[in-house]
């Protein structure tokens, strides 16, 4: 299934990253990932937190602990709605992360 993103999702992340200086970093705490501005338009993950085994106390909504699969899906799945709302916002988005590809599925146009 295509990703949505809506306008102002691409217009919020890209005054965002606009406004980061090249080599500055944005940090997305909720999923354990650093991205680094490498370029004027262009973002690069750079870093996915592991796994670590004080996370196996977190309850998830379906009521299941993390588990170090469960952590990537998460981490997946926030780089891909990030790329998603820079792409659209004229951003070329990278990956160094092996187990997160830089492109997946179609990608739709912004919704009003």
Not at 14 to 23: E, K, V
Not at 30 to 40: N, S, Y
Not at 43 to 48: D, E, F, G, S
Request: net charge neutral.
């Amino acid at each position: 299934m295509p990703r949505v993103v809506q306008k102002w999702e691409v217009d919020w992340t890209a005054s965002h990253l606009n406004r980061l200086y090249t080599g500055g970093t944005w940090m997305l705490p909720r999923a354990g990932l650093i991205f680094v501005k490498t370029g004027d338009k262009e973002i690069t993950l750079n870093v996915a937190m592991p796994f670590m085994a004080a996370m196996a106390q977190m309850i998830l909504e379906n009521g299941k602990p993390m588990t170090p699969e469960k952590l990537q899906e998460v981490q997946k799945e926030e780089f891909y709605n990030v790329a998603a709302r820079a792409r659209h916002g004229g951003f070329t988005v990278k990956s160094k992360i092996d187990f997160i590809p830089e492109t997946e599925q179609t990608e739709t146009e912004p919704k009003q």
